[in-house]
């Protein structure tokens, strides 16, 4: 019980207690015992702004080493960014002609075909797109159908109803809107009707089995569309990839460019439409997530049929790390070396009061065992969400700055997807923190305590990034460990109707961001709970 | 320097003839004092299990669907390695850490006056532990993966034979994951006789091991990535473990081992110098 030695922390509040009977066991005051214990301890403070430091330098240096080479200089990617501020993909082959103001398209479409590259093909490089070795199939979102959109650029604002390879009928507009329609894939003997009708800004997307019954599927409004747009009939389908995992070193991506045909009569137009023939063109062409050069494609039109062929996709653009875009939570990667010192600190500042004894004195001072750990609470999660906050808002920036220098394309987003990000690391390890600390007052052993919070935390992430396991496994670890708290920094969000992996390597977790925060808490929780639970049994 | 320091010089020099205590009976005591704490032993035995644990996990994930898969059973099978070496760290920085928390550190070293042998004996006794135990959580793994995998895929049609001890480079992986393990164990050894603190120590040590591999996995420059992999302990130790795609690798199996090794002795290296420079 000898407090007095090793120990500068001895909670200055205490002696005042005797003329204050009132408050001397408020929270207030154990809080403010717990504040002064832990800015007194010289390592405990160090131990967080080397959190901070570590978390900017080794994002810094993670950019630094992210070199894309293409050919010799730096790699010029034009990716356009669609009504929302994302990067989208927006290439396909477009059959058009202007609609100037109000009206409606119609049509009948009566099969949906395309090809695929041969699985038995070997690896088709990025830039060499054998076309020959293609065979008949369609990827599940290979689609064609009718659409409105703004102009021809590129990122232009559209509506679309489209019948798609697995997903049946859907309605999409704007890249990532997406609502579905009545399942299965149109063939002659079960054709499928399609209608958008423009009315101002607002376009409404049909289906009927026959021509006559319609059902709508849905509407989107496209706020600021022009009087004049550009509406008919499109084809495309996203590049086929397969990942195959290579252990430590990584994984790599084997596939090729697709097509996608759809057939279509019945065509008719109401509104207006100004006179004037049909025209064909090739929207847009590769981009980060599409390495494969453009197929082009094609129509043919033949009485009152129309056979439109097209390669590409409609949708936002995310690669996982398939090719060379980059997204800004990679700024972020040197949290998990902030993590470990945040943890060995959180841990720290319970084990150390048993090492020395000042539990006793602690518990003597402050009877009420959980409000101690309350506080010891909140004190280590504000320290660790201060380091957190300002290494997110240095390294943010940084890391882009130096990573755009090499030739990466850094994704855009938002300011409130920043906002997220850098709050999200700052409550990521906070909580983290909090993890540490009730484990170390569980287990008392602060070893033991820092191992455990690292192995569930640190490990689950390595071995998903690392594809240790199938990628099933990585996704229910990454789902059920605490390291699920990380996916609040996942920048780009994780849409259904794009095809691609969610890779954990190329950022993707399988939780949305803020589901997969509450198991990091709940992990928290539970093992604070536990930790209260064990204070008041057990003797100091 | 201070008496903490003298005071063992003085005490030897009173008794020149004896010339202190023998290395058998710096090795009993350090034997003694890892065998009479609770902790260790149970620590070993949870190293097994949660080896063993994980690695019949990734078998009972892994699938291998056709001939060429690309799968390397003996790698999948030892995967728990990846989680047992964390438990091992932690039994070798306890060695250290444990005297120095409960200044027992001035007892041992008053009484073994000479620092590097008490540093020695240290190595000995864990490496004594870690081995057997090492050698049971991996032949555990491989019996795991023996009777796991060939219900996924990995059957004689598809180029796979049974795992077998018998196969020279399965063998290597076996041999090779329990060196590991050892290494692992001193590495942690050294690194936490010079940070002495435990939480600090097994949070460097535990750093060191994983975090490299996730550097290496976002980086995107392959050249950097390969360098980081030949560089970090972990990985390329990890890498003895391979039985198929060496030409894949970063460095060879024996080589990759060998950085660890010189990972672990300058981790030694350091820890023996700090402790003869340093006042305990």
């Known amino acids: ?540 | 320097m201070s008496q903490a320091l003298q005071a063992p010089r003085v005490g030897t020099r009173q008794e020149p003839a004896a010339a202190g205590p023998g290395l058998r009976d710096v090795l009993h005591a350090e034997w003694t004092k890892l065998r009479s704490a609770p902790g260790a032993l149970w620590l070993l035995l949870a190293a097994i299990g949660l080896t063993v644990a994980l690695s019949a996990a990734a078998a009972a994930a892994a699938r291998c669907p056709a001939a060429g898969c690309g799968q390397d059973p003996a790698r999948i099978s030892l995967t728990g390695v990846y989680l047992g070496q964390a438990v091992v760290a932690v039994v070798a920085v306890l060695v250290v850490s444990g005297e120095y928390s409960t200044g027992m550190i001035r007892t041992t070293l008053a009484a073994m006056p000479r620092r590097l042998t008490v540093l020695g004996a240290k190595a000995v006794v864990v490496t004594g532990l870690v081995l057997p135990a090492g050698t049971i959580a991996v032949l555990g793994s491989l019996l795991a993966g023996r009777l796991i995998l060939p219900g996924h895929g990995f059957t004689a049609v598809h180029g796979f034979g049974a795992l077998s001890l018998g196969d020279g480079p399965v063998l290597r992986a076996t041999v090779g994951s329990v060196l590991y393990l050892a290494l692992i164990a001193l590495l942690s050894l050294g690194i936490a006789t010079v940070v002495r603190d435990s939480a600090p120590a097994i949070g460097l040590v535990l750093g060191l091991l994983y975090l490299f591999p996730i550097v290496a996995a976002l980086v995107t420059d392959k050249n950097v990535q390969r360098h980081l992999l030949q560089a970090a302990p972990m990985t390329a130790g990890l890498d003895i473990q391979a039985t198929t795609g060496l030409h894949n690798l970063p460095l060879s199996p024996w080589a990759g081992l060998g950085v660890l090794a010189a990972w672990t002795a300058g981790a030694l290296l350091a820890g023996g110098l700090l402790l003869r420079l340093r006042d305990a």
């Open chain 1, 1 to 540: 019980m000898t407090a007095g030695t090793a120990t500068p922390n001895r909670p200055e509040t205490r002696p005042g207690h005797g003329s204050e009977p009132a408050g001397r066991d408020s929270f207030g005051h154990v809080l403010w015992a717990e504040w002064t214990k832990f800015r007194t301890v010289r390592g405990w403070v160090i131990g967080m702004v080397v959190a901070g430091l570590l978390t900017v330098l080794v994002g810094y240096l993670s950019a630094a080493g992210s070199q894309t080479g293409c050919g010799a200089g730096p790699c010029h990617f034009y990716v356009p960014v669609g009504p929302g501020g994302e990067a989208v993909t927006d290439s396909f082959y477009f059959v058009h002609r202007p609609l100037a103001g109000n009206g409606s398209i119609t049509v009948r479409m009566t099969s949906l075909t395309g090809k695929l590259p041969s699985a038995s093909g070997g690896r088709v490089q990025a830039g060499h797109g054998a076309q020959s070795s293609l065979h008949p199939g369609l990827e599940p979102w290979s689609k064609a159908g009718i659409i409105i959109k703004a102009s021809t650029r590129q990122g232009s604002a559209y509506a679309a109803v489209l019948a798609s390879g697995d997903n049946g009928v859907r309605m999409q507009y704007d890249y990532t809107g997406d609502i579905a329609g009545p399942p299965g894939r149109p063939s002659a003997a079960s054709p499928r009707w399609l209608r958008l009708t423009r009315s101002g800004d607002t376009i409404a997307g049909y289906e009927s089995a026959d021509g006559t019954h319609w059902i709508r599927i849905g509407t989107a409004t496209l706020a600021g569309l022009p009087a004049t747009v550009q509406a008919g009939l499109f084809a495309t389908s996203p590049a086929h990839s397969v990942t195959t995992s290579k252990g430590l070193a990584g994984s790599s991506a084997t596939g090729g460019p697709t097509l996608a045909t759809g057939v279509f009569d019945h065509l008719g137009l109401r509104g207006a439409w100004p006179a004037g023939g049909w025209r064909g063109d090739v929207i847009g062409g590769g981009g980060p997530s599409n390495p494969y050069p453009v197929q082009g494609g094609g129509y043919h039109q033949s009485g009152g049929a129309f056979t439109v062929t097209g390669s590409g996709d409609i949708a936002p653009d995310m690669d996982w790390g398939a090719g060379p875009g980059r997204s800004i939570q990679f700024a972020l990667v040197g949290t998990f070396f902030g993590l470990i010192a945040v943890v060995v600190v959180g841990a720290m500042y319970i084990t150390a009061e048993y090492r020395r004894g000042l539990i006793r004195t602690t518990l003597a001072a402050s009877p009420r065992r959980g409000r101690i750990l309350a506080a010891k609470a909140i004190v280590i999660a504000a320290a660790a969400f201060v380091a957190g906050l300002v290494a997110a808002i240095v390294a943010i920036p940084l890391a882009t700055r130096i990573s755009r220098d090499n030739g990466n394309y850094i994704y855009p987003v938002n300011a409130l997807t920043e906002v997220r990000l850098v709050a999200g690391t700052a409550a990521v390890l906070a909580v983290a923190a909090v993890l540490a600390m009730a484990v170390g007052a569980a287990l008392r052993r602060s070893a033991i305590a820092v191992t455990f919070v690292i192995v569930v935390i640190v490990l689950p992430y390595l071995i998903a990034v690392t594809n240790l396991l199938p990628l099933s496994g990585d996704q229910w670890l990454l789902r059920l460990a605490p390291v699920a708290g990380f996916s609040i920094q996942q920048a780009i969000p994780n849409y259904p109707q794009v095809s691609n992996v969610c890779s954990p390597a190329g950022g993707c977790y399988p939780l949305p961001p803020w589901a997969g925060f509450v198991v990091l808490c709940a992990w928290a929780a539970a093992a604070l709970a536990l930790a209260v639970v064990l204070l008041r049994r057990r003797d100091a």
